[in-house]
């Protein structure tokens, strides 16, 4: 395989910390940039990292001039919760950092760019169960709404200037290795450092507010699967719907108690519930399947039980786990 020249942005960030691992283990050379070093993750700040703000047009600029990327993960952003409490900076970061990361590439012939879209790209309108690659898209949010700006961004660079930029709509992911970072799907991760912690749970979504879920494990592998794909099995250049499971906070828990009895949820909705009613319950990625192979590798259940054990092992609750 060639070993490529890589540029992360928003490297420190849930996604960002496990890609960039996993693209090094890969052997290529992978330039880490976020707007600070990480305090929890050495590694990245042991070598190939820039201090980088994706607003900053000329230091996004001489980043691209000084390792001259083959590859751009574009990953800066302000995710749904948190652009709601700021949706001028939410789409300042969301849209301008991704206007300057395309026209960089152009001007440093950057040969591919993966952009992270959403599930939030639908709205109210849009038909919530097995939601199709394309459908209505009214989204309410200030995130959804400039990541599906963004998407139409992508596109446009790709038909008129020739960039070669792919994307997924990824649903919510859970993960392990570092938290959230101020999603709606946020509490799917939340809750299993809660249990093991606490046994107890106060969830901001009411009990059977179903979503689409993913383990971040196959998240990583299909992106660097759909980025590693032959151009010409890439039809979809806004971003391709991307599914794993699906599940309710109450579903979860239950999945928790198998391995943890005693843990207890309790539900207090907040603002985010309104933002969870206004996206898919499940998602059809048919497209994602049929033209570049995507498969997920994880059930909810494997995730729960590697979920549990991986955060035991990491936090000395190992005695706590009952199967
Ligand atoms: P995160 O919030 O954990 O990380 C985002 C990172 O971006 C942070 O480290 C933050 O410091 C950085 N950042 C913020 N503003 C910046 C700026 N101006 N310049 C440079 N860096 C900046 O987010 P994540 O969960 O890792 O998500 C990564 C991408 O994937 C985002 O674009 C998000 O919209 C998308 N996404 C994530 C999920 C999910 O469930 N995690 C789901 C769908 C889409
Ligand atoms: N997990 C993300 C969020 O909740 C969806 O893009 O904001």
């Known amino acids: 395989m060639k070993s490529d020249t890589i540029v992360v942005t928003g490297a420190n960030g849930q996604i960002g910390t496990e890609l960039v691992s996993a693209l090094r283990a890969k052997g290529h050379r992978v330039i880490a940039t976020d707007l600070r070093v990480s305090d929890k993750n050495d590694s990245f ?3 190939d990292f820039e201090v980088l703000d994706v607003l900053n047009k000329d230091a996004l600029s001489s980043v691209f001039q000084k390792y001259k990327p083959a590859q751009v993960y574009h990953l800066a952003a ?10 001028q900076l939410a789409w300042d970061v969301n849209m301008k950092g991704l206007l300057n990361i395309l026209d960089c590439s152009v001007a440093s012939q950057v040969g591919k760019v993966f952009y992270p879209s959403t599930i939030a790209v639908f709205g109210s309108t849009s038909p ?4 199709p690659q394309q459908t209505v898209t009214e989204p309410g949010t200030i995130y959804g709404i400039s990541k599906l700006a963004g998407e139409r961004w ?3 660079y790709f038909n008129h200037k020739g960039l070669d930029v792919r994307s997924v709509r990824y649903p919510g992911l859970v993960s392990y290795k570092t938290k959230a970072g101020g999603g709606t799907t946020d509490y799917a991760v939340d809750i299993f450092f809660q249990a093991l912690e606490s046994k107890k749970y106060a969830c901001y979504l009411s009990e059977d507010t179903t979503l689409p879920m993913m383990y971040m494990p196959d998240a990583i592998a299909g992106t660097i699967q759909l980025m590693e794909a032959p151009l010409e099995n890439i039809k979809i250049r806004s971003g391709y719907n991307l599914a794993a499971f699906s599940f309710s906070p109450e579903q979860i828990a239950t999945a928790i108690q198998k391995y943890l009895p005693d843990f207890q949820i309790s539900y207090a909705p907040d603002f985010r519930q309104q933002i969870a009613e206004s996206w898919p319950q499940s998602i059809d990625d048919s497209f994602a399947r049929n033209d570049w192979g995507w498969a997920p590798q994880f059930s909810l259940e494997q995730m729960v039980k590697d979920m549990l ?3 035991a092992k990491n936090e000395t609750f190992s005695n706590q786990l009952s199967v």
């Open 45 to 47: 700040a042991e070598r």
């Open 78 to 87: 302000l995710l749904s919760a948190k652009a709601e409490q700021n949706p």
């Open 128 to 131: 919530r169960v097995n939601t």
């Open 154 to 156: 992508c596109e446009y």
């Open 309 to 311: 054990e991986n955060i």
